[in-house]
Antibody
């Protein structure tokens, strides 16, 4: 079955960087893109960006431009999300999800999702 | 403040029908972009419930249905069950932001 398995929880100090991994299985990795979504404690969902696994094109949320980088390693079917210059309000559960689209519409939908990775930013 | 507006909470008794609204604007839902819905059970990752306004992925019961009109969309749940207690999120695309956007989420309580 299609599955996305993420790396474990991490604790970082303000100003540091974090890199979360997302290993895909059960499908041809290059056939679908990967999006990242985060959820602060007790809050809603926030889209962070997507990567086209086939050609490595990326698109990032305006709010995170310059601090986030999405990459993939097709040899291991793994996607990565790196967030730099961490602040306390970056404390959240980070999710990867396979995205789908109707033709070339940018209104992607996300299915399935990884189990989530809690990143805590604290001094 | 979310770009898509949802009621913070809704409730219903077992067996009843509830609807959750998702209100956008001319740069997202009103521009014709599809709306998708997710269910998030406590302590778990979101799960796709409806895609493309009204399509159910395989395995999602037909008690769940979606619709869209103008600048709004709705998720309807019939025959409420206790296991439907969860947070529900709508999602679309906003051309002004060039971002995917989520609603703020609605907590469903089954009384």
């Amino acid at each position: 079955q299609v599955q996305l398995v993420q790396s474990g929880a991490d604790v970082k100090k303000p100003g540091a960087s974090v890199k979360v991994s997302c290993k895909a299985s059960g499908y041809t990795f290059k056939d679908y893109g990967i999006s990242w979504v985060r959820q602060a404690p007790g809050q809603g969902l926030e889209w962070m960006g997507w990567i086209n696994v086939y050609n490595a094109n990326t698109n990032y949320a305006q709010k995170l431009q310059g601090r986030v980088t999405l990459t993939t390693d097709t040899s291991t079917s793994t996607a990565y999300m790196e967030l730099r210059r961490l602040r306390s309000d970056d404390t959240a559960v980070y999710y990867c999800a396979r995205f789908h689209s109707r033709g070339y519409s940018p209104a992607h939908w996300f299915d399935p999702w990884g189990q989530g990775t809690l990143v805590t930013v604290s001094s | 403040q979310s770009v898509l507006t949802q009621p913070p909470s809704v409730s219903g008794a077992p067996g009843q029908r509830v609807t959750i609204s998702c209100t956008g604007s001319s740069s997202n839902i009103g521009a014709g972009y599809d709306v998708h819905w997710y269910q998030q059970l406590p302590g778990t990752a979101p799960k796709l419930l409806i895609y493309g306004n009204s399509n159910r992925p395989s395995g999602v019961p037909d008690r769940f249905s979606g619709s869209k009109s103008g600048t709004s969309a709705s998720l309807a749940i019939t025959g409420l069950q206790t296991e439907d207690e969860a947070d529900y999120y709508c999602q679309s695309y906003d051309s002004s932001l060039s971002d995917s956007v989520f609603g703020g989420g609605t907590r469903l309580t089954v009384l």
